[in-house]
């Protein structure tokens, strides 16, 4: 059983930046595809970033040049850096893992992720 703790969210003006991180108990965390999602009140999950095995990235179109993922495996943590927040990013972000036996895949399907967070809030004032 994989742990999830994500922790980071808060306030934050428009143009401004916040940085999420999710640390995870599992000793094999490199083991695991990690991503992020969000969701907005009365919307589905929707996918915002993800990171594979060996440390590639990829992103929704929303978060594209504006977000960075990240992955430490010594730490067993993910980081999701927000720069240039907007008002629509504002929801909670979740963080999920998924054992992966590929090093290079990054679902963007909540369903193909077995283990999430208890979520972290956002939110971005205009």
């Known amino acids: 059983q994989v742990h999830l703790a994500e922790s980071g969210g808060g306030m934050v003006q428009a143009g401004g930046s916040l940085r999420l991180s999710c640390a995870a108990s599992?000793?094999?965390?490199?083991?695991?595809?990690m991503a992020w999602f969000r969701q907005a009140p009365e919307k589905e999950r929707e996918f915002v970033a993800g990171?594979?095995?060996?440390?590639?990235?990829r992103y929704a179109d929303s978060a594209e040049g504006r977000f960075t993922i990240s992955r430490d495996n010594d730490e067993n943590t993910v980081y999701l850096q927000m720069n240039s927040l907007k008002p629509e990013d504002a929801a909670v972000y979740y963080c999920a893992a998924r054992r992966a036996y590929t090093s290079i895949y990054i679902p963007t399907n909540p369903d193909e992720y077995g283990y999430w967070g208890q979520g972290t809030r956002v939110t971005v004032s205009s």
């Open positions: 599992e000793p094999t965390f490199s083991m695991y595809a």
């Open positions: 990171v594979s095995r060996s440390g590639g990235g």
